[in-house]
């Protein structure tokens, strides 16, 4: 059985940094792992992914701001958040791929991940 367990979270004014955690163990398949968050009212959305290849992507609002990385066997990965905006505010997610099948790019959507943390907040004050 797959378990993700974020750290990491907490508050900060705009501006400021912080850097999440997870920690990924048992059945998880690491072929693309990332990060979400939600905020109240509103989807859950990507933030960044990263394949086991070392490529990343990264949603258009946090490009420059954020860095996702990974330990080499993927059991951490790392969220860096700097400049952070009142607007960044949310739950944040860790997740891992749904399958084991060997995938041609990470350039996937949320569905495709099957395995969740259970998230961490993160508050940024104006």
């Known amino acids: 059985q797959a378990q993700l367990e974020e750290s990491g979270g907490g508050s900060v004014q705009a501006g400021g940094s912080l850097r999440l955690s997870c920690a990924a163990t048992?059945?998880?398949?690491?072929?693309?792992m990332g990060w979400f968050r939600q905020a109240p009212g509103k989807e859950r959305e990507m933030v960044a992914i990263?394949?086991?290849?070392?490529?990343?992507t990264y949603t258009k609002s946090v490009k420059g701001r954020f860095t996702i990385s990974k330990d080499n066997a993927m059991t951490t990965l790392y969220l860096e958040m700097s400049s952070l905006k009142p607007e960044d505010s949310a739950v944040y997610y860790c997740?891992?791929?749904?399958?084991?099948?060997?995938?041609?790019?990470?350039?996937?959507?949320?569905?495709?991940?099957?395995?969740w943390g259970q998230g961490t907040q993160v508050t940024v004050s104006s």
């Open positions: 990263i394949g086991s290849d070392g490529s990343t």
């Open positions: 997740a891992a791929d749904r399958t084991s099948r060997p995938r041609a790019t990470c350039t996937i959507g949320r569905a495709d991940f099957g395995s």
């Open positions: 048992g059945s998880v398949y690491r072929r693309c």
